[in-house]
């Protein structure tokens, strides 16, 4: 009988479970749903099954989803025993639908279902919250589902538009991810459009009674010279007037204050992603798994399971008062009163549309150091976790005191500008500092004591030619950074736009800046054309915002979809009736007949290039080569482009001149009646100990794999698998080649039966 009256908390997760578990006791079961149960039908777009009624105020229709029907009969058999049931999934729209949605399944009174939310799976968040339940907020609930039906219209009536135009049915759009989709692409095509602009930094060496310091022209006549001076021959006259022995150098101003610098509020969303980036480098994806489990829990001492952060889906930077307690008699203990502030750091929203019911991402126990339970994490919770943990400690602790001297100098119409900067009392600073390049920054040049009115004496003064650079790609996380300032998305969703985009072939990660492919353009630019709306950054962040509206009930669901859905389906049908086949030329040419290069659909769906000739032409080619190819010709261009080819046409006599095609460089005979043409092969300048007629070139296996062979193939078959030098072995008399081992490079003989070796350098 006791069995029974025990009460069933229903989370998501297995892991979120044995936390609860080790909380709440034997008197509770704890089961997991395994996240949701339900959902819209998820057939084909084309099959207009979209599963709401856009007749019947967007009714939906949910199913349960499939592989599911096993938990939903556990659940119900487990809810008929309990006594009292909680509903404890994650304190956001979609944990509030995924409480809802289990409620709706379960065959039990509504009296008997509670709900529980807290934003840190400890003991006294967890008990607080089954003391205190509440029921579901179905403002949260239909804003969620009006977010799903919104997604599933964008998707389910513009993707047989792409269809149509491009011929592939496994094309898709989306209502966020096609906005994210289209910054990157432009941002591509900022970078293409750029052109490099040339200016001149002036630096001089000073000296002052034998010690000397830099300065750098920061004024001509008063005014700011960044970037001003143009070229070398303006450059050069600011140079000749300043190396003059007879200009003089005095100093017109000296300016000392000291500084303080506040440290910043604890992580959301957002910033942790973009800090684990660039600190720790991981991919959103990554850091939010990783986040997810330390919210869950870890098994630490004894084997109990521990959530360690509060919850890591949040736009809000609010502290609860126990959290700042905790950190102040923390900081207290182990660092000393003055790396406390006088008044508790208070950390404001600093946007609209905030969650603010939320907490920022903290350590549930600050006492728990990174180092105290680094056993029991592993290499990557243990980054994460610390990373989280410093960044929280230090946005509670005093400013740090930073004192900053300036000096300028000035010589006639130009002055120079020197400067220090050093941390007199390291505060928050001595956990995190979110300028990686700081300690870069900081001058460590020792500036002697200068008073107004001293003179100083010039060394030297060099001139520094620099370039304007285009801007750069976006990696991951400057474009949840980007996102975010748009207010296009929610933190729940950053890591899914990203993969999303990534997983449709749109977007290639290389050294993790994010490219659009060839379909990616293609794809973004027919969209920007043709729902000009749809694309629009405002557009899409004006959703959010009424996403959020309908959460905090100020405005209805069905309203918001109405609005949205007969402008929008006039449009895609006007765009249905005029759509045409688009074709997608690219910049490479076909290789046989010169004609350019055109993206195609198989019948199976997947993407290659094929000639634009076609079908006298049957010229195709493997996407992948396409982006081997740009990869290569992005390095080769501005080599070709400097390089004289002295290679004579062998067919017809004429010179020879380099070229970029879809496999490469290769050389073509300058001749208009000839046009021969030849792969390029990257000369070792060693002679071919077989032939003795042929030079070793580079080539590359069908693999990929680089080889070195003689040219004259398949005259002479000579290959080596490593780059010769041009010298014998003096034990065996074959040919000396370049090895690249872990301890570095050696030279070695090629003969697999001799051991000579020596080391690259000697």
């Known amino acids: 009988m006791a069995a029974q009256e025990k009460s069933l908390v229903i989370v998501e997760s297995p892991a979120k479970s044995k936390t609860i578990k080790k909380i709440l006791g034997d008197s509770f079961q704890i089961e997991a749903s395994y996240g949701h149960i339900r959902n819209l039908p998820t057939k084909d777009a084309a099959t207009e099954n979209l599963g709401f009624d856009v007749n019947n105020n967007f009714e939906p229709k949910f199913e349960i989803i499939p592989g599911k029907q096993q938990v939903v009969r556990?659940?119900?058999?487990?809810?008929?025993?309990?006594?009292?049931?909680?509903?404890?999934?994650?304190?956001?729209?979609?944990?509030?639908?995924?409480?809802?949605?289990?409620?709706?399944?379960?065959?039990?009174?509504?009296?008997?279902?509670?709900?529980?939310?807290?934003?840190?799976?400890?003991?006294?968040?967890?008990?607080?919250?089954?003391?205190?339940?509440r029921g579901i907020d179905m403002d949260m609930v239909k804003a969620q589902q009006t977010r799903q039906i919104l997604d599933k219209l964008v998707g389910y009536k513009l993707s047989p538009v792409l269809w149509k135009e491009m011929g592939n049915r496994k094309l898709s759009a989306g209502r966020v991810q096609s906005v994210a989709l289209r910054m990157i692409c432009e941002r591509e095509e900022e970078i293409e459009a750029f052109k490099p602009q040339e200016y001149w930094s002036i630096h001089a060496l000073l000296?002052?009674?034998?010690?000397?310091?830099?300065?750098?022209?920061?004024?001509?006549?008063?005014?700011?010279?960044?970037?001003?001076?143009?070229?070398?021959?303006?450059?050069?006259?600011?140079?000749?007037?300043?190396?003059?022995?007879?200009?003089?150098?005095?100093?017109?101003?000296?300016?000392?204050?000291?500084?303080?610098?506040?440290?910043?509020?604890?992580?959301?969303?957002?910033?942790?992603?973009?800090?684990?980036?660039s600190k720790l480098g991981f991919g959103v994806s990554k850091t939010m798994q990783v986040a997810q489990k330390l919210y869950e829990g870890i098994e630490l001492e004894n084997g109990t399971p521990v959530g360690l952060i509060t919850y890591m889906r949040t736009d809000s930077v609010r502290v609860s008062d126990d959290a700042q307690n905790m950190a102040h008699d923390f900081i207290l203990q182990n660092y000393g009163e003055e790396y406390y502030p006088k008044t508790a750091n208070?950390?404001?929203?600093?946007?609209?549309?905030?969650?603010?019911?939320?907490?920022?991402?903290?350590?549930?126990?600050?006492?728990?150091?990174?180092?105290s339970i680094k056993q029991y994490?592993?290499?990557?919770?243990?980054?994460?976790?610390?990373?989280?943990?410093?960044?929280?400690?230090?946005?509670?602790?005093?400013?740090?005191?930073?004192?900053?001297?300036?000096?300028?100098?000035?010589?006639?119409?130009?002055?120079?500008?020197?400067?220090?900067?050093?941390?007199?009392?390291d505060g928050f600073l001595k956990l995190y500092n979110d300028d990686e390049d700081e300690e870069n920054k900081e001058a460590d040049a020792k500036i002697p004591d200068l008073?107004?009115?001293?003179?100083?004496?010039?060394?030297?003064?060099?001139?520094?030619?620099?370039?304007?650079?285009?801007?750069?790609?976006?990696?991951?996380?400057?474009?949840?950074?980007?996102?975010?300032?748009?207010?296009?998305?929610?933190?729940?969703?950053?890591a899914t736009i990203i993969t999303v985009i990534q997983t449709r072939k749109y977007v290639e990660k290389k050294?993790?800046?994010?490219?659009?492919?060839?379909?990616?353009?293609?794809?973004?630019?027919?969209?920007?054309?043709?729902?000009?709306?749809?694309?629009?950054?405002?557009?899409?962040?004006?959703?959010?915002?009424?996403?959020?509206?309908?959460?905090?009930?100020?405005?209805?669901?069905?309203?918001?979809?109405?609005d949205?859905?007969?402008?929008?389906?006039?449009?895609?049908?006007?765009?249905?009736?005029?759509?045409?086949?688009?074709?997608?030329?690219?910049?490479?040419?076909?290789?046989?007949?010169?004609?350019?290069?055109?993206?195609?659909?198989?019948?199976?769906?997947?993407?290659?290039?094929?000639?634009?000739?076609?079908?006298?032409?049957?010229?195709?080619?493997?996407?992948?080569?396409?982006?081997?190819?740009?990869?290569?010709?992005?390095?080769?261009?501005?080599?070709?482009?400097?390089?004289?080819?002295?290679?004579?046409?062998?067919?017809?006599?004429?010179?020879?001149?380099?070229?970029?095609?879809?496999?490469?460089?290769?050389?073509e005979c300058t001749s208009s009646e000839c046009r021969h043409r030849k792969p390029y092969r990257k000369s070792t300048g060693v002679a071919c100990p077989k032939c003795g007629k042929g030079t070793i070139v580079e080539?590359?296996?069908?693999?990929?794999?680089?080889?070195?062979?003689?040219?004259?193939?398949?005259?002479?078959?000579?290959?080596?698998?490593?780059?010769?030098?041009g010298e014998k072995c003096p034990l065996c008399g074959e040919m000396l080649v370049k090895k690249v081992l872990k301890n570095g490079e050696v030279i070695c003989c090629s003969s697999i039966k001799c051991n000579y070796k020596q080391e690259a350098d000697s």
């Open 346 to 371: 208070i950390y404001a929203k600093g946007k609209q549309n905030v969650q603010d019911a939320h907490e920022a991402i903290r350590p549930a126990y600050p006492e728990r150091t990174p180092e």
């Open 207 to 277: 000296d002052k009674d034998g010690k000397t310091f830099e300065a750098e022209l920061s004024k001509i006549k008063g005014k700011s010279v960044e970037k001003t001076v143009k070229n070398h021959e303006e450059a050069q006259k600011i140079v000749d007037y300043l190396s003059n022995p007879s200009s003089e150098y005095n100093v017109s101003k000296v300016t000392k204050k000291t500084i303080k610098r506040k440290p910043t509020a604890p992580f959301i969303t957002s910033t942790m992603q973009r800090a684990a980036s």
């Open 564 to 667: 949205f859905y007969k402008p929008f389906m006039d449009e895609v049908n006007a765009v249905m009736k005029t759509a045409q086949k688009v074709t997608v030329e690219t910049k490479v040419t076909c290789p046989n007949c010169g004609k350019p290069m055109v993206l195609r659909t198989s019948k199976q769906g997947s993407q290659f290039l094929g000639c634009s000739g076609y079908p006298e032409c049957k010229t195709a080619m493997s996407l992948n080569v396409l982006q081997e190819m740009e990869n290569e010709q992005d390095e080769d261009t501005n080599q070709t482009s400097a390089e004289v080819c002295e290679e004579k046409c062998e067919k017809c006599g004429s010179p020879m001149d380099f070229k970029i095609g879809p496999y490469g460089k290769y050389l």
């Open 699 to 725: 080539r590359k296996s069908k693999r990929g794999t680089v080889f070195y062979g003689c040219d004259q193939y398949p005259e002479c078959n000579y290959v080596l698998w490593n780059e010769p030098t």
């Open 74 to 133: 556990k659940l119900n058999d487990l809810a008929k025993k309990a006594g009292k049931i909680y509903l404890a999934s994650d304190p956001d729209r979609e944990g509030e639908a995924i409480a809802w949605h289990v409620r709706q399944i379960l065959k039990v009174p509504d009296d008997k279902i509670y709900r529980i939310v807290f934003n840190e799976i400890t003991p006294k968040a967890v008990k607080y919250s089954v003391d205190n339940p």
């Open 377 to 425: 994490l592993d290499n990557d919770q243990y980054k994460l976790y610390k990373l989280i943990w410093e960044k929280f400690m230090s946005s509670q602790m005093a400013p740090a005191e930073i004192a900053n001297k300036s000096i300028e100098i000035e010589s006639g119409d130009y002055t120079l500008k020197a400067g220090t900067s050093k941390v007199t009392f």
């Open 511 to 562: 050294n993790k800046a994010l490219y659009p492919t060839l379909l990616g353009r293609a794809v973004s630019k027919q969209l920007v054309a043709e729902f000009a709306d749809i694309m629009d950054y405002k557009f899409t962040a004006g959703m959010e915002a009424k996403l959020d509206e309908i959460a905090d009930k100020k405005v209805e669901w069905i309203k918001v979809l109405n």
């Open 451 to 494: 008073d107004k009115g001293d003179k100083v004496v010039c060394k030297k003064v060099e001139p520094k030619q620099h370039f304007t650079q285009p801007p750069p790609r976006y990696n991951e996380a400057s474009l949840v950074k980007a996102l975010e300032e748009y207010g296009i998305g929610r933190p729940s969703t950053y």
